[in-house]
């Protein structure tokens, strides 16, 4: 299954505002895109409480996976919003 | 996890933070009720309210299941004097960008405390039951209750 190993660039971690943009943008990724924590638990990503309960920190790793047809390209967009520093206001 | 020091949800909730009979005009209006009793705990300077307003006005901080986590910006930190937690229960609904939100669970942390934090909200929302409990919830024991630490859950 594809997948990209991604360092999260946001200075607060995957919180309320990283992880809300994070999940709505796999919620329209076309398929399903799961993410894993650096303690291995998955959840699937366009939720974002599942997001939030992994309690992602700056500067942990995670991995993103996706199966499908699309999926190389949601884990390329995907993975670059994680590389970003979602929070500057 | 990032913060195994975390501590528990309910130990940063004041009974007199859980108010389960309230009711706002719109979203505006509860997230300053929400501000207002963190700010009776002691927990921030009234600027953290501000601070609450300017984020939901960035991005809403709608959760799902019928709860929203109204928290401050990044600037707004330095306006919080110890993490703490208010928990708002609206029975009539307030209409929160197109979803409808009966529970409001203010959030008031320094640091990167809010991640340990949000990460124990969402795993006790992500039970159906917990959280349509939450939503129904009439009594500050039956919120401490639900938010308790999950002894399934530590690692």
Same mark, same amino acid.
């Given at each position: 299954?594809?997948?990209?190993?991604?360092?999260?660039?946001?200075?607060?971690?995957?919180?309320?505002?990283?992880?809300?943009?994070?999940?709505? /943008?796999? /919620?329209?990724?076309?398929?399903?895109? =799961?993410?894993?924590? /650096? /303690?291995?638990?998955?959840?699937?990503?366009?939720?974002?409480?599942?997001?939030?309960?992994?309690?992602?920190?700056?500067?942990?790793?995670?991995?993103?996976?996706?199966?499908?047809?699309?999926?190389? =390209?949601?884990?390329?967009?995907?993975?670059?919003?994680?590389?970003?520093?979602?929070?500057k206001d | 996890m990032s913060d195994d020091t975390a501590p528990a949800l309910t130990a940063l909730?004041? @009974?007199?933070?859980?108010?389960?009979? @309230?009711?706002?005009?719109?979203?505006?209006?509860? !997230?300053?009720?929400?501000?207002?009793?963190?700010?009776? +705990? #002691?927990? !921030?300077? +009234?600027?953290?309210?501000? +601070?609450?307003?300017?984020?939901? *006005?960035?991005?809403?901080?709608?959760? #799902?299941? %019928?709860?929203? !986590?109204?928290? #401050?910006?990044?600037? #707004?930190?330095?306006?919080?004097? *110890?993490?703490? $937690?208010?928990?708002?229960?609206?029975?009539? %609904? !307030?209409?929160?960008? %197109? *979803?409808?939100?009966?529970v409001c669970v203010g959030i008031a942390a320094r640091g990167n405390g809010h991640i340990a934090?949000?990460?124990?909200?969402?795993?006790? $929302?992500?039970?159906p039951a917990k959280a349509e409990a939450l939503r129904a919830a009439t009594t500050s024991a @039956?919120?401490?209750?639900?938010?308790?630490?999950?002894?399934?859950? @530590?690692?």
């Amino acid at each position: 299954m594809p997948e990209r190993t991604v360092t999260v660039a946001s200075s607060v971690g995957l919180h309320a505002r990283p992880a809300s943009l994070f999940s709505q /943008a796999a /919620a329209k990724a076309g398929v399903p895109v =799961t993410l894993t924590n /650096a /303690a291995g638990k998955s959840v699937n990503a366009a939720s974002i409480l599942g997001v939030l309960s992994l309690g992602i920190g700056h500067g942990e790793e995670v991995v993103l996976k996706a199966e499908g047809s699309d999926a190389e =390209t949601a884990l390329d967009s995907l993975a670059e919003l994680l590389a970003t520093d979602l929070d500057k206001d | 996890m990032s913060d195994d020091t975390a501590p528990a949800l309910t130990a940063l909730i004041a @009974e007199k933070s859980i108010r389960l009979t @309230e009711t706002a005009t719109d979203k505006f209006d509860a !997230i300053r009720q929400v501000g207002a009793a963190l700010l009776e +705990a #002691g927990a !921030i300077d +009234a600027s953290y309210i501000d +601070a609450m307003i300017t984020r939901e *006005n960035t991005v809403s901080t709608y959760v #799902g299941e %019928g709860v929203s !986590i109204p928290h #401050g910006t990044l600037a #707004g930190k330095e306006s919080v004097k *110890n993490d703490a $937690l208010a928990v708002l229960r609206f029975p009539d %609904g !307030i209409d929160w960008d %197109g *979803n409808e939100v009966f529970v409001c669970v203010g959030i008031a942390a320094r640091g990167n405390g809010h991640i340990a934090l949000l990460s124990q909200l969402a795993t006790v $929302l992500m039970d159906p039951a917990k959280a349509e409990a939450l939503r129904a919830a009439t009594t500050s024991a @039956e919120v401490y209750e639900l938010l308790k630490p999950d002894p399934e859950q @530590e690692e």
